[in-house]
Every structure is written in structure tokens, then in C-alpha cells.
């Protein structure tokens, strides 16, 4: 078990640019959730995978942004022509099938963007 | 999604206890009351959760109200590594998605 895994860990681009972040899940987990952290506050949910099927997509999912979940394993989030107000860290987390409600929920180091 | 209450920050000396409190006047039946931390640059990480007992793990404690309107968690020795915002989150065993609704959580310092 080797954790979540995020890349790249940093990036860092100019405004009206595309940028796409990869997460690697724990393997066997069939559950995968990105979020978003801007600077103090908490994360915030964006979307939710159960094997390939996106299932959930907050109202924070603007039409520049899109994530795939090919085969159940690992998962991409694009941002099309960023903005400066995109500049968050991007984090990834999964968990493995059972009670939504209790069910541990294994985050990665995160994407740092930076929009310039 | 039901609410939590948190203080923004607090301290503590190290290898003493400390109690992060959490109000959640709303909760409701299925609810169940989790706690998550997250260390500077860091993704956050699971710390315990519970329904309506009290429970105990090896990081920590979670004391659980009678009434399911505020809960504690404690943190038994406090070491400089337990230096982290808390996150208390209530997840609804109803829903069918499992996603966390963070705070701001509890900044907690602790001194040498």
C-alpha cells in the first residue's frame, strides 16, 4: 500500500492556459473524490468517482473543468483557460467500497496551481 | 449537510491532554461525527469517528454526548507532530457518495 499519489506536486501557469493534475489511487479502491483547498479554508468537495463513473459534481465544477476516471484506476482533472482564482490546491482521495458513512477516505499530497 | 462548530485555534503544551471541542446542535440520527487532520502541507487524514458510543483508537478519543449535540475529541499526550487543523465533519449514513463537508477546523498549537 503505497498511499495516494498526486502529480505534478506544483504547478504553475499563465491565465488562459490548460493544465491537467493526475491522481493515483490506492489500489482496490474503487471510491475517488477530488477537492479543492484555497489558503484557510478547508477542502471543498468537486467530485466523486465510484469505479469509472463520475457520480457526484459539485456546483464548484464550472464547464472549465472536467475529470475522467478511465477503468476505475487512476483519475485526471483538467482546467481549461485558467484563471487567477483557480490557484488552490487540488486534492485527491479515495476509500475503499462499504458504508458511505464510514468508510476512511485516504488523501494525497495534493497539486499546488498557480495561476499567474 | 448538517453543520459543525468549531473554536478557530488553540494551544497546548506538549505531553499533556487536549480537548478540541465540536458543536453540532443540527445533527441528525444518521449522522455520524468523523475527525480528520491535516498537517502543514499535508493532504488531511482520518482520526476516528463515531455514532452515538464513546470511541478509542491509537491516535485518539472521541467522547460523544448524550444528547449527539457536541462532541470532544481528545488527544491523550500531545506531541509536537500533533501540531494540525482538526477537522470535525458529520457524514450522513444516507448519502449515497461518502463526501466530506469540511470547516475551517480548529488550528492547534503545541508547545515544547
Known amino acids: 500500500d503505497t498511499g495516494v499519489s498526486q502529480d505534478p506536486r506544483h504547478k504553475i501557469t499563465k491565465r488562459g492556459q490548460n493544465v491537467t493534475f493526475r491522481c493515483d489511487p490506492i489500489s482496490e479502491h474503487n471510491r475517488l473524490y477530488w477537492y479543492r483547498q484555497t489558503l484557510g479554508q478547508g477542502p471543498e468537495f468537486l467530485t466523486y468517482?465510484?469505479?469509472?463513473?463520475?457520480?457526484?459534481k459539485s456546483r464548484l465544477l464550472s464547464d472549465r473543468f472536467s475529470a475522467e476516471r478511465p477503468k476505475g484506476s487512476f483519475s485526471t482533472l483538467e482546467i481549461q483557460r485558467t484563471e487567477q482564482g483557480d490557484s488552490a490546491m487540488y486534492l485527491c482521495?479515495?476509500?475503499?467500497?462499504?458504508?458511505?458513512?464510514?468508510?476512511?477516505?485516504?488523501f494525497g499530497p495534493g497539486t499546488r496551481l498557480t495561476v499567474l | 449537510d448538517a453543520k459543525t462548530t468549531q473554536p478557530n485555534s488553540m494551544e497546548s503544551n506538549e505531553e499533556e491532554p487536549v480537548h478540541l471541542p465540536c458543536n453540532h446542535s443540527t445533527i441528525s440520527g444518521t449522522d455520524y461525527i468523523h475527525w480528520y487532520r491535516q498537517l502543514p502541507s499535508q493532504g488531511p487524514e482520518y482520526v476516528i469517528h463515531g455514532l452515538t458510543s464513546n470511541v478509542n483508537n491509537r491516535m485518539a478519543s472521541l467522547a460523544i454526548a448524550e444528547d449527539r449535540k457536541s462532541s470532544t475529541l481528545i488527544l491523550h499526550r500531545a506531541t509536537l507532530r500533533d501540531a494540525a487543523v482538526y477537522y470535525c465533519i458529520l457524514r450522513d449514513r444516507g448519502g449515497n457518495t461518502g463526501k466530506l463537508i469540511f470547516g475551517q477546523g480548529t488550528t492547534l498549537q503545541v508547545k515544547p
Open positions: 482521495a479515495s476509500s475503499r467500497q462499504g458504508l458511505a458513512f464510514t468508510d476512511t477516505q485516504y
Open positions: 468517482f465510484q469505479n469509472e463513473a463520475q457520480l457526484e
